[in-house]
């Protein structure tokens, strides 16, 4: 026996081996890609490879981890410290070195409480209660596990909290309360994923996956392998995905399907021994020897359960070392060897009986109400404290919310001055940029127009005829009136904007204001043949600033003449109804498009069109008349089709 011990043992270090040299090329790899970064920084990558492949690669990540030690040790770094060792005994824990596992999970709770680190303390005690459930000692798992909840309760800290609810499931799931196991991983599951942890989520899974393997609900427990196979592929967690093999694997043995029981627990054994865990080995090892014995190879089933034994006892797994006891005992009285299935027996029963006698069942019951007594009675205390001091917070919350009140009043009066001030210098710019592009287009043709005829006299001038001179002279005087028409509609839309022009509304005769500014533009239309007939004009007066109306009507006349080709029409009309003044523009030219109208009446804008004899314009008269027309109280309208003509109608209040 010792002898088969010896060799297995050979065995053991010669893949540990062959594993390590890969691990140590991939170690040094990363030691160089980090040399640069500061010594932080280098133990929190560290730190991050130890824990990420805790699971894929155990051994790359107990050489981040290791490293991550001595570059902390050098920098006396506590808080880094502490996760790295807690890191460290979670690799140690999953390969089935829980000695190891122990020491490192102290370290960190030594780090952790010198440096004042409420978390890795917490976790450091959750970690070694971990360490005490797999060996049996429940009550020192319990003690420590409780400490560690207490403490993430305080934080409002839900994964910490969710790693003592699992582990406090698995106790209960040990002393075979079922209900009492369901209950935490359930109340754990909730936790996972809310968090969106798809690790731990999924972890929670294979363990109610466990509780209904035990209680030999095959069925329920099959369908959470089928689900966990899939979470684990996503996730590549190789330990998940081999215990997902062996839960296949002991679904099929009490279903008799010898084959598939045995496909998959050689999957699982492959799978745990590529990743080092020992746990998964050994249960792997004790299962199949059931299986190779049920299928008559007896040979292969008496090697791998002295496997899981010798295993089991080197590593100190108190429940793996009674299963294989247990085991041996049936595969003993298989072969007809009663004597030496009685002898195993006797070791299942001692070795049970042991354990259960280190550990007092009622004791966990005890430590539990315990805790929730205690964590009842501190919420009572902090309740009467709250209560004592409720009367000084709710006047001191009124004197808050009186406060607030007054600062939001402020802020909302500083926000719509702000608001107001913002919108108002929005429009200035607007009117700037509107006023640059105008005379940067619109005072260039009259001055370029005035510049050329000016220049051609002075020139030319005793080789001009006389009617030519006179012509030249016309165009020069063409071009002054519509740069002064141009000039005054600039000033007058500067001062509305700036808000010096002046506002003084009167009664005024309508039908006087209509004819006097008719009068004013015939000449214009004269020359080119357009017949301006006044129509309708009630008996009514306005109630309006002269000086506006003067400009409203001049530049809607203008524009009717501008856009109205030789020989048109034009035909103004006012009208008296419901107490408002209605004057209609009316011409046969080539209209507005659609989107322009829309411009005018919306946004007071307008562009820059040509007329039908190219005379030139800014498109601000337009704009002013808008302007205007609001600032007396009226509105206006535009009816139009394009190449059949348009119909300005300003409707003003009347003076009564």
């Keep these: 026996m010792k002898k088969k011990l010896s060799v297995l043992k050979f065995l053991f270090l010669f893949l540990f081996l062959l594993i390590e040299i890969p691990a140590q090329e991939k170690i040094d790899s990363i030691m160089e890609r ?75 709770l030594a780090y952790s409480t010198e440096a004042g680190d409420s978390v890795q303390i917490a976790y450091s005690y959750n970690n070694i209660g971990g360490i005490h459930r797999l060996k049996n000692h429940y009550t020192l798992a319990l003690e420590n596990i409780f400490k560690a909840l207490e403490i993430f309760e ?14 406090i499931s698995i106790i209960y799931r040990k002393q075979h309360n079922y209900s009492k196991a369901l209950d935490y991983l359930n109340y754990t599951l909730k936790i996972r994923e809310e968090l969106e942890d798809s690790f731990g989520y999924t972890l929670t899974l ?46 099929y043995y009490f279903k008799k399907d010898y084959e598939k029981a045995l496909n998959y627990r050689l999957k699982a054994l492959e799978l745990n021994k590529e990743i080092n865990n020992y746990d998964g080995i050994i249960i792997n090892h004790n299962n199949l020897g059931l299986v ?114 007054i600062l939001i009043g402020i802020l909302f009066y500083r926000y719509i001055s702000n608001q107001k001030a913002k919108r108002k210098l929005d429009e200035l710019n607007k009117s700037k940029d509107r006023i640059f592009s105008i005379i940067s287009h619109d005072l260039k043709n009259p001055f370029n127009s005035l510049l050329g005829y000016s220049a051609l006299l002075i020139d030319d001038f005793d080789s ?135 411009k005018i009446l919306e946004k007071g804008l307008t562009e820059t069109r040509g007329g039908t004899n190219n005379e030139s314009g800014s498109g601000i008269g337009l704009m002013l008349v808008n302007e205007f027309v609001r600032k007396n109280g009226g509105r206006l309208f535009i009816e139009s089709n394009v190449n059949k003509g348009s119909k300005f109608t300003v409707v003003l209040p009347a003076a009564n």
């Design 34 to 108: 980090i040399s640069g970064l500061p010594d932080t920084s280098r133990i929190t990558e560290l730190n991050g490879i130890c824990w990420n492949y805790r699971s894929k690669n155990p051994l790359l990540a107990m050489e981040a981890g290791k490293n991550a030690v001595l570059i902390g040790n050098k920098i006396k770094n506590k808080v880094l410290l502490a996760t790295t060792h807690n890191y460290l005994g979670v690799v140690y824990r999953n390969i089935g070195d829980f000695d190891s596992a122990i020491v490192n999970y102290e370290n960190a």
């Design 154 to 167: 305080n934080l409002k800290m839900d994964e910490g909290i969710a790693y003592c609810t699992i582990n």
């Design 206 to 251: 294979n363990h109610i996956a466990e509780v209904y393997y035990e209680q030999e609900l095959y069925n329920e427990a099959f369908n959470y392998y089928k689900i966990l196979e899939v979470e684990y592929g996503k996730l590549n967690d190789k330990k998940g995905i081999a215990t997902v093999y062996g839960g296949y694997g002991g679904v």
């Design 292 to 405: 190779y014995a049920a299928i008559g190879e007896f040979n292969k089933a008496r090697d791998h359960l002295y496997t899981g034994l010798a295993l089991s006892k080197k590593k100190g797994m108190n429940n793996a070392e009674i299963e294989a006891y247990k085991y041996l005992s049936t595969y003993f009285e298989t072969v007809s060897k009663f004597d030496s299935a009685l002898i195993y027996f006797k070791k299942y029963t001692s070795k049970k009986d042991s354990v259960l006698a280190e550990e007092n069942l009622m004791r966990v019951a005890e430590l539990e109400v315990k805790y929730q007594s205690e964590k009842k009675e501190k919420e009572n205390q902090l309740l009467s404290r709250e209560k004592e001091q409720s009367l000084l917070q709710r006047n001191h919350l009124l004197i808050i919310v009186f406060l607030s009140f």
């Design 464 to 598: 001009f005829s006389d009617s030519e001179k006179v012509e030249a002279i016309r165009e020069i005087q063409s071009s002054s009136k519509k740069l002064l028409t141009l000039v005054e509609n600039l000033l007058e839309w500067s001062r509305t904007q700036n808000g010096l022009l002046s506002f003084n509304p009167d009664i005024i005769d309508t039908k006087d204001i209509i004819e006097k500014n008719v009068s004013l533009l015939e000449q214009f239309a004269k020359s080119k043949n357009i017949q301006i007939e006044i129509l309708n004009i009630d008996e009514a007066n306005c109630y309006c600033d002269e000086n506006m109306l003067n400009s409203i009507l001049r530049n809607l006349i203008t524009n009717a003449i501008k856009f109205t080709a030789k020989n048109g029409e034009i035909k103004i009309d006012c009208i008296n109804t419901n107490n408002k003044i209605e004057i209609n523009v009316i011409d046969n030219g080539i209209g507005i498009p659609k989107n322009i109208i829309e």
